[in-house]
């Protein structure tokens, strides 16, 4: 099979990487530079993606479009690249529920193919490998398998069904991120009584408990504007299938408390928990 031209939508931290890896499987690697910030445009030349004007210069000489942005903007995003009636395949890789994943496939019906994707893991840079869990029609995850084959980022495909994919991420994010911000709770409330080190201590006798990792409280609340709305997709999953989601929303609003201190590298532990305290 010939090589596919790739366009990836909004390339984050996460997008760039992964878009990076799929470069020696296709025939160039596409992001639409237009309206995007500075920061955006230097991340995208550092992994050697080829800038173009515009999101219809994107599509038209696309195969493969792959979506990874933050959550709330998936939608729109999708319904931007409907209007153009984009024919290629359409990897929706966003944390998203479900019936999100779903209703987004309707969208870019009956011209292009969606392939429901979710990433689990750290962006593949410093040696990271993460995987793109894959469901969708299988022409199609196929494609999108061979795309990213002998790269850093690993695929698995768990069916034909639109949603599986998505399913998974959230679940797992339900369980991931939230356990992250109980660390910060916890740690917070035993600092106000003088007893975070100890605690700490506690923590560091059981070595597969995330309560023993207290530093990655400044990672976490760094990473919250991105987290939050994350959790909020998962809630509407949980509420969906008839589980309580009021703990994620809870998770959600406690990340919400570090939205101004988004992408800080420099932020320290104690500057995360005087931000939870005191807001």
Not at 66 to 95: K, M, Q, W
Not at 103 to 127: E, F, M, N, Q, Y
């Amino acid at each position: 099979m010939d090589q596919p031209t790739v366009g990836i939508l909004h390339p984050g931290s996460m997008g760039a990487a992964v878009a990076a890896c799929a470069a020696p499987n296709a025939m160039e690697v596409l992001w639409c530079e237009t309206g995007r910030s500075a920061p955006s445009k230097e991340r995208a030349a550092r992994f050697g993606l080829t800038p173009v004007a515009t999101l219809s210069d994107l599509l038209d000489r696309s195969d493969i479009v792959i979506s990874l942005c933050p959550p709330a903007a998936a939608e729109d995003l999708a319904r931007d690249v409907a209007t153009h009636r984009f024919t290629g395949v359409y990897v929706e890789a966003n944390a998203v529920n479900p019936e999100r994943v779903k209703r987004i496939a309707g969208l870019l019906k009956p011209t292009a193919t969606v392939v429901d994707g979710g990433v689990v893991g750290s962006p593949p840079v410093r040696g990271k490998s993460p995987t793109l869990y894959l469901s969708g029609p299988a022409a199609a995850t196929e494609r999108t398998e061979a795309l990213f084959a002998g790269t850093a980022v690993q695929t698995a495909v768990l069916g034909t069904e639109i949603g599986k994919a998505s399913a998974l991420k959230l679940a797992y994010a339900s369980f991931q991120k939230t356990s992250r911000v109980l660390v910060a709770l916890a740690i917070g409330m035993a600092r106000e009584h003088g007893v975070d080190q100890e605690l700490i201590k506690v923590a560091s006798k059981r070595t597969d408990s995330y309560l023993s990792e207290p530093q990655y409280v400044a990672k976490t609340a760094a990473r919250a504007w991105r987290w939050g709305p994350e959790l909020e997709e998962a809630a509407d999953a949980l509420a969906a299938a008839g589980l309580p989601p009021e703990m994620l929303r809870a998770a959600a609003s406690t990340l919400a408390q570090w939205h101004e201190v988004k992408d800080d590298s420099e932020l320290t532990l104690t500057d995360a928990l005087d931000r939870l305290a005191h807001p």
